[in-house]
């Protein structure tokens, strides 16, 4: 088991070590015929997912964790603000065609920061980020504003906290539909009903994973 105990290194080398130790642990309960932590055939050479997450790089989401699977039965794909870009199409698109995986799950989160940092340019329009993280943050950025014109428009109020949590939900659903619509391979899948693309948030407060229609 891990040892969450321990306390956050303080240097490279100390983050190193423990994962070098975390690893030898992996190992001893994988060899271990007693261990209840991996299935007994968690190592195979078989790489079959039955799923693609298009998940947030948030270390508090590990898919694996959040869906109780083991290795091999997700094909997980990683950023921040599970935001698509060319990258990201491209890897469901391989992972559809190579292994026929039928769905795919975009999976947002509570307190989502980078959603978080697109609201607070929205409020600080003056506010500078590298361009790198710029690049996220614009991919976001749609969602939000669209969000805040119909509130604006309408003539009521939101506060920063609730157009976060809607903007989360918004984002989610904008890269599920930027996946279904980005690419050829990925909206014929949809069409012929061979490929099913549908987005979630999870809530870091309870551990809940509630798909949106």
């Known amino acids: 088991m891990p040892n969450s105990h321990l306390p956050r290194p303080e240097t490279a080398e100390q983050a190193l070590e423990m ?19 991996l299935a007994s055939n968690a190592l195979t050479h078989v790489h079959e997912p039955f ?25 997980v794909i990683r950023v921040a603000g599970n935001v698509v870009a060319p990258s990201q199409i491209g890897s469901v698109e391989f992972a559809a065609e190579k292994f026929g995986t039928k769905l795919v799950v ?27 993280l710029r690049s996220i943050v614009d991919r ?35 890269s599920v539909t930027q996946l279904k619509h980005g690419s050829r391979i990925l909206e014929d899948a949809v069409n012929n009903g061979s490929l099913i693309i549908v987005g979630a948030v999870y ?11």
């Open 19 to 37: 994962l070098k130790q975390g690893n030898a642990r992996f190992v001893e309960n994988v060899q271990n015929p007693q261990s209840t932590l």
């Open 51 to 75: 799923a693609i997450i298009l998940g947030c790089s948030d270390a508090r989401v590990p898919a694996e964790i959040v869906f109780d699977q083991g290795l091999g039965d997700l094909f």
């Open 106 to 132: 975009v999976l947002g989160h509570s307190h989502c920061g980078a959603v978080t940092a697109c609201v607070e340019t929205l409020i600080n329009p003056d506010q500078q980020f590298s361009p790198n």
């Open 140 to 174: 976001i950025r749609p969602s939000v504003y669209n969000l805040h014109e119909i509130y604006t428009a309408n003539g009521q109020d939101i506060d920063e906290q609730e157009l976060i949590n809607r903007g989360i939900k918004a984002n989610v659903r904008m």
């Open 203 to 213: 809530d870091l407060d309870t551990g809940k994973v509630t798909f949106i229609e």
